[in-house]
């Protein structure tokens, strides 16, 4: 499946409130971004996913506004709610997106960098 594939299937899971097929297709959306190498956009979901609304980090202190606002208008399936549909944001990068990122090799670094974020917000778990 494509990144707008996923993308459009998320928007539909979100729109009838269906948690399941949420879940389903945003493991199939990083797992694309993540067999494709695209740090750029994993890193934006986890950041938006952390509620990150100032970037941090190597690939987001390069960016301008202009960039911003497009990789923001990419994500606006994404709201600011604590939880999407009945998962909490962190456990989806925890349980999602850090497993999959670990499996490509080249995303080893801003995986680790990700983990670290991660453990530091919830340091019990």
Known sequence: ASRSHCE???ACALALGSA????YWFSMYVKTLAITGNETMLRMVVDMLMAKTS???????TTGTSTTNSTTASCW???????????DRVKLIRNVIIPEMSKNRSLQRVTNEISIEVNALTPEQ
């Open 8 to 10: 459009d299937r998320m």
């Open 20 to 23: 399941a097929e949420f879940e």
């Open 55 to 61: 970037g941090v980090g190597d690939s987001s202190a």
């Open 77 to 87: 399936w994404l709201s600011e709610s604590p939880l999407v549909l009945k998962f």
